[in-house]
């Protein structure tokens, strides 16, 4: 499974972005997908899931503020960010986990400025 995110960039506090992932590969193979985020000088933190039945959670920092979703047609998985916050701000990767493995995309940059 290869992961392609993209959509990062610089946003005003209150400010949205839309984080796309795109998967190709062993497309079947996947059983749920998230997103993670690391901020400078902190440990990487899960941010949000999607399993297969389309099943979501989220961390409490981000919970009404985000909404993962995934389009099986197009093979990509979204991350909406609303009302983002500077905290907000780090290096995002999508996932995709397997029953064998997980795999994760490059990172892509968000930057919320207050």
């Known amino acids: 499974v290869q992961l392609q995110a993209s959509g990062g960039g610089l946003v005003q506090t209150g400010g949205s972005l839309r984080l796309s992932c795109v998967a190709s590969?062993?497309?079947?193979?996947?059983?749920?997908m998230g997103w993670y985020r690391q901020a400078p000088g902190k440990q990487r933190e899960l941010v949000a899931r999607i399993v297969g039945g389309g099943t979501t959670n989220y961390s409490d920092s981000v919970k009404g503020r985000f909404t993962i979703s995934r389009d099986n047609a197009k093979n990509t998985m979204y991350l909406q960010m609303n009302s983002l916050k500077p905290e907000d701000t780090a290096v995002y990767y999508c996932?995709?986990?397997?029953?064998?493995?997980?795999?994760w995309g490059q990172g892509t940059l968000v930057t919320v400025s207050s």
């Open positions: 590969g062993s497309i079947g193979s996947i059983t749920a």
């Open positions: 996932t995709a986990s397997t029953f064998l493995t997980n795999y």
